[in-house]
């Protein structure tokens, strides 16, 4: 099978290789890399390159523009808050895979626009979630089976099981009857030195931890 070499098709080729690439380094080099999720990488590769075949197949025959892409950004954002619940960041990969399929499948016959738009989303970021710049700081929910007197006693416990500084926490319920308090913590790890003291851990207790 011979594929004629429009104008046409060379502009799609040109554009589906540079979608490709962007997504391969953020899919792969970024997310794959920091979070090691390979269920997500496959899922934002394929909303991507599908993403790119609409948006070229609808532009080029219907000749629509910017109404297309904020019309089907909507409906695709829709259909991701009614899908299973992800992080905030894995929630930012799935956003920057959509935006790059729109980008690259809509501007395919303009080629420089399309290279200023994916490169800046990529060195985006590259810079903002890597190990060296990205936040250090964790989130968790932590259900404990004691009720504490006062916030001092709370941080110090929370420190001592998780492990890191707590930065702030919120007292999210208190129950008096079961004697169990929740809370949402927001902590940065701490890393030992080998041969230095170690953590003191408080008395083992019941911990129950809900992911967000």
């Not at 991701?80 to 929630?91: D, T």
């Not at 999210?172 to 003191?200: A, L, M, N, Q």
Request: aromatic share 8%.
């Amino acid at each position: 099978m011979v594929v004629l070499m429009t104008p046409l098709t060379q502009h799609v080729g040109h554009a589906l290789m540079l979608d490709l690439a962007c997504i391969g380094v953020i899919a792969f080099a970024v997310f794959y890399r920091r979070y090691r999720r390979a269920d997500l990488v496959v899922a934002y590769v394929a909303l991507n390159v599908s993403l790119f075949s609409v948006a070229v197949l609808i532009v080029n025959e219907m000749r629509i523009g910017v109404a297309f892409g904020f019309g089907l950004f909507a409906i695709l954002s829709i259909i991701r808050l009614r899908s299973e619940p992800i992080s905030p960041e894995e929630s930012a990969y799935y956003f920057v895979a959509l935006v790059l399929g729109l980008i690259n499948g809509m501007v395919f016959r303009n080629a420089p626009l399309a290279r200023i738009l994916d490169v800046g989303i990529v060195m985006v970021m590259l810079v903002l979630d890597n190990g060296f710049v990205g936040v250090k700081a964790r989130r968790q929910v932590v259900t404990l089976d004691t009720v504490y007197p006062d916030e001092g006693q709370l941080r110090r416990d929370l420190e001592s099981r998780l492990g890191g500084k707590v930065k702030r926490l919120f007292v999210k319920e208190t129950d008096y009857v079961r004697e169990t308090t929740v809370v949402d913590v927001r902590y940065v790890p701490i890393t030992r030195v080998p041969g230095s003291r170690p953590w003191r851990r408080a008395p083992e207790r019941d911990l129950h931890e809900v992911l967000p």
